[in-house]
């Protein structure tokens, strides 16, 4: 119970979240990136939204709670936590990489349109219809459960850390809504629930502070009042940018 505060942030609008948005727009099978997830950099729009982010994180880093930040060994999300740093004064403060907080896999439907899993792998297409979002496993891929497993363990290392800390994770929506179904202790309708009526959006900040009796609450969820703020854009990539169902 040594962390007192826990603030997940995903990262800014990638080249991959708007390949998706074309793709979807053009009725196509296939979003063109051009670079594995892994190496997919954030867009024009998403540099100037993680500069504006710097702005939100002032107040965070500027108190005296010993605040340790860790990151997804994701391009976009480490990009996101080096330009936000950067704006906000705390360019020296180090970044630890963990590749538990990276995307969810999506094995062989990686880089295809809903339109592009039905057409393509059709018996996986009725597998997800029948299993649901959060069991369904892509061959070579992750469910949701699994990401599960690894926010989880992510969450069991923070136990050594000194009592009253903060820690601020960049990582990715799916990412952010797996530490809220853990901290909060939801259920698999619950967390799909809120993921579908109040998608996470581009750098956004959900803060989570110990309740007296141990547990987690929720403070802040999907904020961007940072970008309000600076006048950037507000950017919302719905659920795997990479394959995303249409439900």
Partial sequence: MAVAELVVIRHGESLGNAAAAR???????????GARDADVELSEVGREQSQALGRGLEALLGDDVPTLLWSSTYVRARQTAELSLAAAGAGEVPVRLDERLRDRELGVLDLLTWKGVVNRFPGEA????WLGKFYHRPPGGESWADVVLRVRSF??????????SRVVVFCHDALVLCFRYVCEGLDEHQILDIGATTPVKNVSITHLGRAPDGGWQVRLFNDVSHLDASDAPVTQHQGDSRVRPQT
Avoid: F, S, T
């Fill in 126 to 129: 009725e597998r997800r219809r």
């Fill in 23 to 33: 793709a979807y727009a053009e009725d196509a099978e296939v979003i063109d990136v």
């Fill in 155 to 164: 969450l069991r290392d923070l136990d050594g850390l000194p009592d009253g």
